[in-house]
């Protein structure tokens, strides 16, 4: 019975793994889709969170299981409620991903962000998806050292973060209200990305130390 709990943990783990994977491409196509005022991507992008969401209910089938059959303990039980809780922040991120892809779409046929700032969405974007790939190498490895890199890596976002509001504030905004609020939301978005990344990672380090 151990080997098979064991054997379905590791099965949970390649699952989160995939949700990570899945938000890190959205995140990308996102981007690419709002900075050349692309369609096609948006819409791909969109029609996507569909399959996020079916390994979503794998994920909360199995660890459900695992919970009324194997009534698991300590590490074990650490293991499976962090695997429900960082399948729920994955899905967010997928979500957020398709925020951005809704932007886009909905300015089609003109890009949603000025050329002003476009250098932070490039960076943000790119950055987004840098640490979705490092939240599922964590959850793979279970490496609490990795784990905390990726909090230093969030404060890079932040920072880009706040130099895009800095921007919006800036008196030479010529883009008008409807841009100011696009890139308000768009930052703002790619921020929280961010963040449920770093809280896979806490959640990581907790399932591993119990800290």
Do not use: K
Request: aromatic share 4%; proline share 2%.
């Amino acid at each position: 019975m151990r080997s098979a709990f064991h054997q379905r943990l590791g099965t949970l783990t390649q699952q989160l793994g995939l949700m990570c994977a899945m938000a890190g491409e959205a995140v990308g196509q996102a981007t690419e889709a709002l900075l050349n005022a692309d369609l096609v991507q948006a819409e791909r992008v969109i029609a996507a969170q569909v399959d996020m969401v079916a390994v979503n209910a794998r994920v909360e089938e199995t660890a459900f299981g695992l919970l009324a059959l194997q009534a698991p303990v300590a590490t074990d039980l650490r293991a499976v409620v962090s695997a429900i809780r960082i399948a729920a922040d994955a899905q967010r991120m997928g979500a957020l991903a398709v925020h951005v892809a809704e932007i886009a779409r909905m300015r089609h046929p003109r890009p949603a962000v000025p050329d002003d700032v476009r250098q932070y969405f490039t960076e943000m974007g790119a950055l987004a998806g840098q640490l979705a790939g490092g939240a599922r190498e964590v959850l793979l490895s279970q490496d609490p050292r990795r784990a905390a890199q990726i909090r230093r890596d969030d404060d890079a976002m932040d920072e880009l973060h706040h130099q895009l509001l800095a921007e919006l504030m800036d008196r030479g905004w010529t883009h008008g209200i409807a841009a100011a609020v696009d890139v308000t939301l768009l930052g703002r978005f790619y921020e929280r990305f961010a963040d449920h990344a770093v809280q896979i990672a806490r959640r990581v380090i907790f399932q591993a130390t119990g800290h």
